[in-house]
């Protein structure tokens, strides 16, 4: 649907994914752990270091398409 998106499956701590996320400087990590995905929900880190809970997944993506849309990188 218009967006790149790798997603981090290794055996590594969760902490050293982020890490190694802010210092590719990915714009927006999502976090899903078997809860968050049971219920269709993401956690969103944004590469300035703010954080947002609980968003539902088809709400960050209508967000995502829309800031492409207006071309921005603040969601």
Do not use: C, H, W
Not at 33 to 38: H, I, M, S, Y
Not at 47 to 64: H, K, M, T, Y
Request: hydrophobic share 45%; aromatic share 2%.
């Amino acid at each position: 649907q218009g967006v790149r998106v790798s997603a981090d499956l290794g055996s590594e701590r969760m902490n050293a994914k982020i890490r190694n996320a802010q210092l590719m400087k990915v714009p927006y990590m999502l976090v899903v752990g078997a809860n968050e995905a049971q219920a269709g929900l993401v956690s969103l880190r944004v590469r300035d270091g703010s954080q947002q809970n609980n968003i539902p997944l088809a709400e960050f993506a209508a967000r995502v398409k829309e800031k492409i849309a207006q071309r921005s990188s603040q969601l």
